[in-house]
């Protein structure tokens, strides 16, 4: 899953894809790397980041939308607004990503009316202040309990198992400890029974094991992704699609 902001502020690229035309040849780059599926999101949802009207959102995202998603290459929608969801779904998306894990009221309803996937991501607290003091008595077993929950939520308002990703949520109200751990245990999220994504590229978590900057952070994400997929995710999502394809080819071509 290749990501896609159209943002002024996200922490890796923020405003180098703010024009519509240069969000959509990105894109195009990153279906030509290899990219099975594009992540559009026109809110910033890293540590501290300011909520954006859905106004806002929806002038950023549907242009963009729009224009990739008649292309071949499924395009999801990363929001936590049901209303820019339904933009999204009408205009031909094929995913709703959603870092509250469709908890806003009308989310889950509106993807349910829709033959599209889902991903219900765990986070702790809200992206303004989850970093400032994040805690779990057993991050594993907390964060894999709460997707249970919403994966059940989920199928009760008519979203079949098949429809639903999860994601344990890399960085979201968490310390690098947590992540690593989750790292570590990401198979045994795989006895949840749905499609497992990991979002590792570029996180800050990164930064503090190498001292880099977000853009210089491209063999750190490669190295997560490789170890996610070693331990069980069925898609990662990133920025460095063509390196993280390169890595993933000798993997699998070691496995067969
Ligand atoms: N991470 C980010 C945004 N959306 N969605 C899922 N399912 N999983 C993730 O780990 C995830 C996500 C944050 O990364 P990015 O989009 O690069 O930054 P920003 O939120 O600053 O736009």
Known sequence: MGVVNITPDSFSDGGQ???PARAVAHAHRLIGEGSDILDIGGE???PGAAPVSLDEERRRVMPVLEALAAGGVPVSVDTRKPGLMREAIAAGAA??????????????ETAAKAPVAVCLMH???DPGTMQVNPGYQDVVREVRDYLAGRIAAAERAGIARDR???????GFGKTVEHNLALLRALAEFRQLGVALLAGLSRKAMLGKLTGREPRDRVHASVAAALLAVQNGAHIVRVHDVAATRDALAVWQALKS
């Open 123 to 125: 986070m702790q607290g």
């Open 44 to 46: 910033s949802t890293r």
């Open 164 to 170: 639903i990703v999860v994601d344990p949520g890399f």
């Open 95 to 108: 995913m709703v990503n959603d870092v509250t894990a469709l908890s806003a009221p009308g989310a889950i």
């Open 17 to 19: 894809y703010a024009d």
